[in-house]
Nanobody, 120 residues
């Protein structure tokens, strides 16, 4: 079992920055790839960024490339999402997920989410 807790969300003006953290307890996070997802009201949950177990591979949704950076600190069981140049359309609840194979399916663990609100 892995327990995930997100933090770092909040209210920020357009153009501002936030850094989200996903802290894990239970099993070591280095056993899992981690993804950051977001869900805006009335929309489906979408994958924003993902990082492999070692951190050697990352991927991003096109709309956040160049603005968001995912990273991990396996020694501290934490994954981060640095979000710069935020836009109102980035407003959503952000969730982290840990999965052994990046399939984000039945074996994935999920946090409770943290709200990000970007004002124009």
């Amino acid at each position: 079992q892995v327990q995930l807790v997100e933090s770092g969300g909040g209210l920020v003006q357009a153009g501002g920055s936030l850094r989200l953290s996903c802290a894990a307890s239970g099993r070591t996070l280095s056993m899992y790839a981690v993804g950051w997802f977001r869900q805006a009201p009335g929309k489906e949950r979408e994958l924003v960024a993902a990082i492999s177990r070692s951190g050697g591979f990352t991927s991003y949704k096109d709309s956040v490339k160049g603005r968001f950076t995912i990273s991990r600190d396996n020694a501290n069981n934490t994954v981060y999402l640095q979000m710069n140049s935020l836009k109102p359309e980035d407003t959503a609840v952000y969730y982290c997920s840990a999965d052994p194979t990046m399939s984000w399916g039945r074996y994935a663990y999920w946090g409770q989410g943290t709200q990000v609100t970007v004002s124009s």
